[in-house]
């Protein structure tokens, strides 16, 4: 695939690159807003809501990386990783605005939300930014070893170490000394698992249909352009 309809510089319309960052940066977003919920199961908490979208974030930093390469992930990961701190500072912002008393229960829930704990900002943003960029990196250099064969290889093995990276620093940078030892052994085993299992058994088969789609739709715009 020479590229040329997917870097965006022949066609003024939304490309795939567009739309496929555009979901990354939502479902990262979407994530940050649901983690202030935690799950809990038999009477221990282990994990957060918005652990949820992460397997779809994965999947398409997978799609990024093995359509466009590691360069143009490593920008798309760059970016959310700003569009989150636009997010964390605006709704902190929001928090400071003054409300009207009729509306004062509103308030208070939007405050309950988006009053940020200052570490646990710190540990969603240094988990995101390692743990995508060590997925994306290490698909990179799968692909390259597998000379571009086993697709889920590569998926699943750049996802094992990416979930590492980000479920460790984020679970023990948040929590640690906040919550009992054995609730942040249990919550970090419990969001690795998920976080895998969901990778296996959804966000692969997903990767594999995107990449078929967006090759099959890259390969038939490129026909029409040369045909011109």
């Known amino acids: 695939m020479s590229g040329r309809l997917f870097d965006g510089t022949r066609e003024r319309e ?18 940050n807003v649901m983690a202030v919920k935690l799950v809990e199961v038999g009477g221990i908490a282990l ?39 636009v997010l964390v500072c605006v709704t902190a912002l929001g928090v400071l605005l003054p409300s009207p008393d009729y509306l004062r229960k509103i308030a208070d829930a939007y405050a309950e939300v988006f009053t940020y704990v200052p570490r646990i900002v710190f540990a969603s943003l240094a988990a995101f930014l390692c743990g995508e960029l060590a997925n994306a990196y290490c698909m990179e250099k799968i692909k390259r070893l597998t000379r571009g064969k086993h697709l889920w290889m590569r998926t699943i093995g750049s996802s094992t170490i990416g979930y590492f990276f980000d479920t460790v620093l984020f679970v023990f940078v948040a929590f640690w000394g906040t919550i009992p030892p054995a609730d942040l052994f249990f919550m970090t085993l419990a969001q690795y698992a998920l976080k895998l299992a ?31």
Request: hydrophobic residues 55%; contains cysteine; proline residues 3%.
């Open 14 to 31: 939304f490309t795939p690159l567009v739309v496929v960052a555009g979901l990354m940066i939502t479902a990262y977003l979407t994530a």
């Open 47 to 85: 994990f957060d809501a918005g652990t949820i979208t992460f397997p779809l974030a994965y999947m398409l930093g997978d799609v990024l990386t093995e359509i466009w390469g590691f360069r143009v992930a490593q920008k798309v990961i760059w970016l959310t990783f700003f569009c989150n701190v």
């Open 198 to 228: 969901a990778e296996s058994i959804c966000g692969t088969p997903l990767v594999y249909a995107a990449i078929h789609v967006l090759k099959k739709w890259g390969a038939a715009r490129e026909a029409t352009a040369e045909r011109r």
